[in-house]
C-alpha cells in the first residue's frame, strides 16, 4: 500500500491565498519529502525535512512533520497561478537504496 | 551540473513489440537510479532500482526488465509489451538521501 497519502486529492483557491495539503504515512521515516509535477513533465523536489525536524522553509512553503501522529502538511503562501501543479509527498525510511514511496498527490489549481 | 536526459519523450508501440527506455545521468558517480511508472497522472509506482552497475532490483512483477551496463545508464527494457504497460515512466537518480532528480518522463502508450 502506499506510505504517503495526500489530502486534499484536488484543491481549487484564488491566486494570493494560501494553500495547505497534509501527508499522512504509516511507519517510521528517515525523511518525508515534498514533490512537484507540471501536469505531463517530470517530478521537481521542493523540499525535504528530517524525522528529527519539526518544521522547514523555503521561500513561500513551509512544511511541518508531525512524527508522533505521521503526518506532513505542506503551505504554500501568496499562491501565483503558476503554482498550478499536482504535488506529491514521498517518505524515505531511510534503506540503502534511498527508496522513496510516493502518496497519490494534490493537484492544486490557482485561478488568476 | 547534474543533469538527467530521459528518452524518447512519447512513445506508441504495438502490443507485442519490443521495448527500451534509456536514462543517462551527467555530473554525479555511483548514483541509486530508479524507474518509476504513473498511471494518470496519480501516484508513482516503483518498479526498478539499482545501487551499482549490473544490479538490479525489481518491486513488481510484471512485463518489464531492467539493466544497468554503465554506472550512469539505466535502460527499462521489453521483449513484448502488454496494453497494460501503458503508462508514464520516469527515471530518477539520488546519491544518498538528499532527495531525488527526476527525467522528464515518457509517455508510453500500447496500442
Known amino acids: 500500500s502506499q506510505q504517503g497519502e495526500e489530502d486534499p486529492q484536488a484543491l481549487s483557491i484564488q491566486e494570493g491565498e494560501n494553500a495547505t495539503m497534509n501527508c499522512s504515512y504509516k511507519t517510521s521515516i528517515n525523511n518525508l519529502q515534498w514533490y512537484r509535477q507540471n501536469s505531463g513533465r517530470g517530478l521537481v523536489h521542493l523540499i525535504l525535512?528530517?524525522?528529527?525536524?519539526r518544521e522547514k522553509h523555503s521561500g513561500r512553503l513551509r512544511v511541518t512533520l508531525d512524527t508522533s501522529k505521521k503526518s506532513s502538511s505542506l503551505l504554500i503562501t501568496a499562491s501565483r497561478a503558476a503554482d498550478t501543479a499536482s504535488y506529491f509527498c514521498?517518505?524515505?525510511?531511510?534503506?540503502?537504496?534511498?527508496?522513496?514511496?510516493f502518496g497519490q498527490g494534490t493537484i492544486l489549481t490557482v485561478h488568476p | 551540473s547534474q543533469t538527467i536526459h530521459q528518452w524518447p519523450a512519447t512513445l506508441v508501440q504495438p502490443v507485442g513489440s519490443p521495448l527500451s527506455l534509456e536514462c543517462t545521468v551527467e555530473g554525479t558517480s555511483n548514483p541509486n537510479l530508479y524507474w518509476y511508472r504513473q498511471a494518470a497522472g496519480r501516484g508513482l509506482q516503483l518498479l526498478f532500482y539499482?545501487?551499482?552497475?549490473?544490479?538490479i532490483s525489481s518491486e513488481v512483477p510484471q512485463n518489464l526488465s531492467a539493466s544497468r551496463p554503465q554506472d550512469r545508464q539505466f535502460i527499462l527494457s521489453s521483449k513484448k509489451l502488454l496494453l497494460s504497460d501503458s503508462g508514464f515512466y520516469l527515471c530518477a537518480w539520488s546519491v544518498g538521501h538528499a532527495g531525488y532528480t527526476f527525467g522528464s518522463g515518457t509517455r508510453l502508450t500500447v496500442v
Open positions: 539499482s545501487v551499482g552497475i549490473g544490479q
Open positions: 525535512i528530517r524525522s528529527n525536524e
Open positions: 514521498a517518505t524515505d525510511k531511510g534503506t540503502s537504496y534511498g527508496k522513496l514511496t
